[in-house]
């Protein structure tokens, strides 16, 4: 694998230069403020200042990603947003569904055969593109907010917001090249944006479900 291969996939990049795509690396500031926020917000509370940790981490592998374009910072990128993902599937079966700390961490390694299968049968959506790995995502979090629909109706509601959030928030990025004879810039940032808003809700209503509970004497 050639760690220094450029990349180029984004509608604001030109070339393979560094700092070729600054409103795509910019836009990333989005992500370690919401991450700051959240870890202000989160207090005493474990599992929502390692979220704000991790999406502080989202902020900076995308940043390192759209400024230099190649392999290296792309595995960053990726590996952040995975941990993320992964973490927050492990808090969410422990503290939302009340799962045991071993069933938890079974529907973890779960997620990995559910996202080849829903990937694989999605990318026959040709218009999807590379953003096809991210509605398994999207599928899941849906999916949470049903079982909890009656249960937990406040948390299945924020759920299902932060699910919703995300959809727009993947039109952006699918749409990025299409539009890009029109829009010079792309819509990449877009994605950066809304990604932000919608992870630090994620992390805002497991703060929010985690104080009920606290509360209730849960």
Same mark, same amino acid.
């Given at each position: 694998?050639?760690?220094?291969?450029?990349?180029?996939?984004?509608?604001? *990049?030109?070339?393979?230069?560094?700092?070729?795509?600054?409103?795509?690396?910019?836009?990333?500031?989005?992500?370690?403020?919401?991450?700051?926020?959240?870890?202000? *917000?989160?207090?005493?509370?474990?599992?929502?200042?390692?979220?704000?940790?991790? #999406?502080?981490?989202?902020?900076?592998?995308?940043?390192?990603?759209?400024?230099?374009?190649?392999?290296?910072?792309?595995?960053?990128?990726?590996?952040?947003? #995975?941990?993320?993902?992964?973490?927050?599937?492990?808090?969410?079966?422990?503290?939302?569904?009340?799962?045991?700390?071993?069933?938890?961490?079974?529907?973890?390694?779960?997620?990995?055969?559910?996202?080849?299968?829903?990937?694989?049968?999605?990318?026959?959506?040709?218009?999807?593109?590379?953003?096809?790995?991210?509605?398994?995502?999207?599928?899941?979090?849906?999916?949470?907010?049903?079982?909890?629909?009656?249960?937990?109706?406040?948390?299945? *509601?924020?759920?299902?917001?932060?699910?919703?959030?995300?959809?727009?928030?993947?039109?952006?990025?699918?749409?990025?090249?299409?539009?890009?004879?029109?829009?010079?810039?792309?819509?990449?940032?877009?994605?950066?944006?809304?990604?932000?808003?919608?992870?630090?809700?994620?992390?805002?209503? #497991?703060?929010?479900?985690?104080?009920?509970?606290?509360?209730?004497? *849960?």
């Amino acid at each position: 694998m050639d760690l220094f291969k450029p990349i180029d996939i984004y509608c604001e *990049r030109l070339d393979i230069s560094i700092w070729a795509e600054p409103i795509n690396a910019v836009t990333n500031v989005a992500f370690i403020i919401a991450a700051i926020i959240m870890w202000l *917000r989160c207090k005493n509370l474990v599992e929502g200042k390692i979220l704000a940790f991790l #999406l502080f981490s989202i902020g900076c592998g995308s940043f390192l990603f759209h400024t230099f374009g190649q392999t290296w910072s792309a595995i960053l990128d990726v590996t952040a947003i #995975l941990i993320f993902i992964v973490t927050y599937i492990f808090i969410a079966n422990l503290r939302f569904l009340a799962w045991s700390k071993m069933l938890s961490i079974l529907g973890v390694i779960l997620f990995f055969p559910y996202q080849f299968l829903v990937v694989s049968v999605l990318s026959n959506i040709t218009f999807l593109g590379s953003s096809v790995h991210y509605y398994p995502v999207v599928i899941l979090i849906f999916i949470y907010s049903g079982l909890l629909r009656k249960s937990e109706p406040t948390l299945s *509601r924020g759920l299902f917001i932060g699910a919703a959030v995300l959809c727009i928030s993947i039109v952006f990025r699918t749409i990025d090249e299409p539009i890009c004879s029109i829009l010079s810039v792309g819509t990449h940032f877009i994605w950066h944006i809304l990604n932000a808003l919608m992870l630090s809700w994620m992390i805002e209503i #497991l703060r929010r479900h985690m104080l009920a509970g606290y509360s209730l004497g *849960r």
